[in-house]
């Protein structure tokens, strides 16, 4: 079957942390270190339930505040410093609204309540024709289930989607359910195995 739709993640894919020292210097004023900064905000339990829906991001940032033992007043400079060296890369986005309407595009990410605003802030929400995120559905990669919603919204069947994610875990996921996968590691080398696919195909 020919391929009709390409899903793309967003953390670490279409927004990639490319700058270190805005974190690295937060992990310094609060006495950590940089892992266990990036830990305390992705991977703490608050995190997890947050990227199911079952508290606000903003529930989860109250949570990562009181745990540096930072007044709630803080919370909005905490965010902004640790994101700080966050990029937008909207060459891969220029590059996923090429592919329509040839084919549909999609996104499913592993994330909090404050996603789709935003996408909205950052003007790339239209580049895509579905956007499945974990806190709204209630379903995390590597799960069946969140590939499966999405695929129901896309009106596509798995064995027709390809999905391109950073991590091995989520790519096993998807192919469990039977897309076709690409491991991002650089926009360059995953947008040209993109191509690959989408070109050499009945």
Not at 18 to 24: A, K, L, V, W
Not at 77 to 84: H, P, S, V, W, Y
Not at 154 to 182: K, Y
Request: hydrophobic letters at 45%; a negative charge; zero cysteines.
């Amino acid at each position: 079957m020919a391929f009709e739709a390409v899903f793309f993640d967003l953390g670490g894919v279409i927004v990639r942390t490319e700058h270190q020292s805005p974190r690295q210097h937060l992990a310094e004023r609060l006495g950590m270190e940089y892992d266990d900064l990036a830990r305390a905000v992705f991977d703490s339990e608050t995190a997890r339930r947050a990227s199911l829906g079952q508290i606000s991001e903003d529930e989860h940032w109250a949570s990562v505040t009181r745990r540096f033992r930072r007044e709630p007043a803080e919370v909005e400079a905490l965010k902004g410093e640790f994101f700080g060296g966050d990029i937008v890369d909207h060459e891969l986005i220029g590059v996923i609204r090429s592919l329509r309407p040839r084919f549909k595009t999609g996104l499913i990410s592993n994330a909090w309540s404050g996603l789709r605003q935003y996408m909205i802030d950052n003007r790339f929400e239209d580049a895509f024709d579905s956007i499945t995120i974990s806190a709204e559905v209630g379903a995390m990669k590597p799960e069946a289930r969140i590939f499966e919603l999405a695929l129901e919204a896309a009106q596509v069947p798995a064995r027709a989607a390809i999905f391109v994610d950073d991590f091995p875990a989520n790519l096993e996921g998807a192919r469990a359910v039977g897309m076709a996968t690409v491991h991002f590691r650089d926009p360059a080398r995953a947008v040209a195995e993109i191509e690959a696919l989408l070109n050499h195909q009945p």
